[in-house]
């Protein structure tokens, strides 16, 4: 049997989220790929009672704003990745939420697809799911629209103005100016704001003026931006 590459989403924070497919991937792969010390060890922590006795492949990705340097740490996990494959060992690389929304995972699998290898994605749960659970919310209704966005893209200002629910992730250091840009268009008493959601110091806020009166810069940070309902 071929060798394959398994993108293994390991859900948000809580290792109960962890879906029965995704153990169970992990326990049959033969060599398990992580962060590497330097980069984010949450997906590691998350799953680490499965890691037992398992070999890992420690992976560093180079999280700079030089493109050229991205693309060159990507193209090299993926030739670690796919030397193992050469060997005959299946390969599940662990990455936190759903390997398909904003993973750098997804970079890694076109590149081993491309040169030919097996691969495959078990999903997980994503964090604007489970914040809007954690909420007690419905991200969309009936026929409402969801608009999945990141608060570094260049459209957001249009994408602010969509109809249906807005979530915003991957902010970072902008998270700040979104804020004030949601404040500018109107729709500051529509927005909820989860912190490392399902993680053991979660933070949930209801409002914006919540958030900015007790909140620390997290990466890990999550707001939900309801639409206009009858």
């Given at each position: 049997?071929?060798?394959?590459?398994?993108?293994?989403?390991?859900?948000?924070?809580?290792?109960?989220?962890?879906?029965?497919?995704?153990?169970?991937?992990?326990?049959?792969?033969?060599?398990?790929?992580?962060?590497?010390?330097?980069?984010?060890?949450?997906?590691?922590?998350?799953?680490?009672?499965?890691?037992?006795?398992?070999?890992?492949?420690?992976?560093?990705?180079?999280?700079?704003?030089?493109?050229?340097?991205?693309?060159?740490?990507?193209?090299?996990?993926?030739?670690?990745?796919?030397?193992?494959?050469?060997?005959?060992?299946?390969?599940?690389?662990?990455?936190?939420?759903?390997?398909?929304?904003?993973?750098?995972?997804?970079?890694?699998?076109?590149?081993?697809?491309?040169?030919?290898?097996?691969?495959?994605?078990?999903?997980?749960?994503?964090?604007?799911?489970?914040?809007?659970?954690?909420?007690?919310?419905?991200?969309?209704?009936?026929?409402?629209?969801?608009?999945?966005?990141?608060?570094?893209?260049?459209?957001?200002?249009?994408?602010?103005?969509?109809?249906?629910?807005?979530?915003?992730?991957?902010?970072?250091?902008?998270?700040?100016?979104?804020?004030?840009?949601?404040?500018?268009?109107?729709?500051?008493?529509?927005?909820?704001?989860?912190?490392?959601v399902t993680?053991?110091?979660?933070?949930?806020?209801?409002?914006?003026?919540?958030?900015?009166?007790?909140?620390?810069?997290?990466?890990?940070?999550?707001a939900i931006?309801?639409?206009?309902?009858?």
């Amino acid at each position: 049997m071929k060798s394959k590459l398994f993108g293994i989403g390991t859900g948000p924070g809580d290792p109960e989220l962890l879906t029965i497919k995704a153990v169970n991937t992990i326990k049959n792969c033969d060599i398990i790929a992580v962060p590497e010390a330097g980069n984010d060890r949450t997906a590691f922590s998350i799953v680490e009672k499965y890691l037992e006795g398992k070999e890992l492949l420690e992976c560093r990705f180079a999280m700079v704003h030089d493109q050229a340097k991205r693309i060159e740490s990507r193209q090299s996990v993926a030739d670690s990745i796919t030397g193992i494959l050469e060997t005959g060992k299946d390969v599940g690389f662990i990455t936190l939420g759903d390997p398909t929304t904003y993973s750098t995972y997804m970079y890694v699998h076109k590149i081993v697809v491309g040169r030919g290898y097996d691969a495959e994605i078990i999903p997980g749960i994503t964090s604007y799911a489970a914040a809007a659970a954690a909420f007690g919310d419905a991200l969309c209704e009936g026929s409402e629209a969801l608009t999945l966005l990141s608060g570094h893209g260049e459209n957001i200002e249009l994408l602010l103005d969509r109809p249906g629910t807005k979530v915003i992730m991957k902010s970072g250091a902008s998270f700040a100016q979104v804020l004030d840009r949601l404040k500018q268009r109107g729709h500051a008493d529509r927005v909820k704001i989860a912190c490392r959601v399902t993680m053991g110091n979660q933070r949930l806020y209801e409002s914006i003026e919540e958030y900015e009166k007790s909140a620390e810069a997290d990466y890990f940070t999550v707001a939900i931006v309801k639409g206009i309902r009858d």
